[in-house]
């Protein structure tokens, strides 16, 4: 996870897009989103410079924390194995908490179309927090600090790569209708608006 990264390649597209008359009326149809994400580049890029900076540990990270990649036992629901290893490298520990929140306390669906449905529970958000912070011990303060913004940066960031492969033609994730990516952009972009409005309340 790099934002300000996926950020660049979101600039490339939407360029490239602009000026290809079968991806132009996908800029158009995305003109609301573009703007979301465009009025928060600059904060969406604060975890990352931190990290440049050397304000926040760079640790061993997944990368893919969600819930489906952990292995529970059947009977006692305990946990046997995390799996998908194949994205673990050095990272940021507030983008696996955050993509934690993103998957885990989010009301609806990653793609829901319903946007009245998407929000992230505060509840789910608390006990996961505290289980987080009592299990990762070595924490730094400022890691703590941070980690709603690490729950609203990931939640952009991911809105960002759906809304990058909509104007790129879905060459990337797996669509299963027309318009796939741009319902995946506007859930995750409301659920990043939720997070923003719950921001006090999450710190």
């Given at each position: 996870?790099?934002?300000?990264?996926?950020?660049?390649?979101?600039?490339?597209?939407?360029?490239?897009?602009?000026?290809?008359?079968?991806?132009?009326?996908?800029?158009e149809a995305a003109k609301d989103e573009i703007a979301f994400?465009?009025?928060?580049?600059?904060?969406?890029?604060?975890?990352?410079?931190?990290?440049?900076?050397?304000?926040?540990?760079?640790?061993?990270?997944?990368?893919?924390?969600?819930?489906?990649?952990?292995?529970?036992?059947?009977?006692?629901?305990?946990?046997?194995?995390?799996?998908?290893?194949?994205?673990?490298?050095?990272g940021l520990s507030l983008y696996d908490y955050g993509d934690?929140?993103?998957?885990?306390?989010?009301?609806?669906?990653?793609?829901?179309?319903?946007?009245?449905?998407?929000?992230?529970?505060?509840h789910l958000f608390e006990v996961f927090t505290k289980g987080?912070?009592?299990?990762?011990?070595?924490?730094?303060?400022?890691?703590?600090?941070?980690?709603?913004?690490?729950?609203?940066?990931?939640?952009?960031?991911?809105?960002?790569?759906?809304?990058?492969?909509?104007?790129?033609?879905?060459?990337?994730?797996?669509?299963?209708?027309?318009?796939?990516?741009?319902?995946?952009?506007?859930?995750?972009?409301?659920?990043?608006?939720?997070?923003?409005?719950?921001?006090?309340?999450?710190?």
């Amino acid at each position: 996870h790099n934002t300000v990264d996926r950020y660049r390649i979101f600039h490339e597209t939407l360029e490239r897009a602009k000026n290809d008359p079968e991806l132009a009326p996908r800029v158009e149809a995305a003109k609301d989103e573009i703007a979301f994400v465009l009025e928060r580049e600059h904060s969406a890029g604060v975890l990352q410079e931190m990290r440049d900076s050397g304000e926040l540990p760079t640790r061993v990270t997944h990368n893919d924390t969600k819930l489906n990649n952990v292995l529970l036992d059947k009977d006692t629901r305990q946990l046997l194995y995390v799996i998908d290893l194949d994205t673990v490298m050095p990272g940021l520990s507030l983008y696996d908490y955050g993509d934690c929140i993103r998957f885990g306390a989010a009301t609806a669906s990653e793609d829901e179309k319903d946007l009245s449905k998407v929000h992230c529970d505060l509840h789910l958000f608390e006990v996961f927090t505290k289980g987080f912070i009592e299990s990762c011990k070595g924490l730094t303060d400022l890691e703590i600090e941070m980690l709603p913004v690490g729950a609203r940066t990931i939640t952009l960031e991911l809105g960002v790569r759906f809304l990058t492969d909509w104007l790129d033609g879905d060459k990337y994730f797996a669509t299963k209708y027309p318009g796939h990516n741009l319902d995946r952009c506007k859930s995750q972009l409301a659920l990043a608006l939720d997070m923003e409005s719950e921001r006090e309340q999450m710190k």
